[in-house]
Nanobody, 123 residues
Framework: QVQLVESGGGLVQAGGSLRLSCTAS????????IAWFRQAPGLERELVSA????????YDVYFAEGRFTITRDNAENTVYLQMSSLNPEDTAVYYC????????????????WGQGTQVAVSS
């Protein structure tokens, strides 16, 4: 069983930056790939970035490339999403999720989810 708690969301102006954190409780954190998803009002939840259990592999969706960086600290059971050059289209609730095994690009592949943290970007 893995429990995930997100933090770091908030209101930021366009062009600004935020760092989201996802802290896990439970054992064998490094066995789990962790992903960040986001969901804007009225839209489907979509993958943003994912990282393997060791941190050696990452995957970014096209809109995250060059702007968002996913990293992890397995000693602290935490995954980070550093977001820069934010724009209003990035406004959403951001969720982290855990999958036992390798990176999965499909939402259905993730067994455990956090409650989400709101990110709002003003123009």
């Amino acid at each position: 069983q893995v429990q995930l708690v997100e933090s770091g969301g908030g209101l930021v102006q366009a062009g600004g930056s935020l760092r989201l954190s996802c802290t896990a409780s439970g054992r064998f954190f490094s066995n789990y790939a962790i992903a960040w998803f986001r969901q804007a009002p009225g839209l489907e939840r979509e993958l943003v970035s994912a990282i393997s259990g060791s941190g050696g592999s990452t995957y970014d969706v096209y809109f995250a490339e060059g702007r968002f960086t996913i990293t992890r600290d397995n000693a602290e059971n935490t995954v980070y999403l550093q977001m820069s050059s934010l724009n209003p289209e990035d406004t959403a609730v951001y969720y982290c999720a855990a999958a036992n095994g390798g990176i999965n690009t499909q939402r259905i592949g993730y067994e455990y989810w956090g409650q989400g943290t709101q990110v709002a970007v003003s123009s």
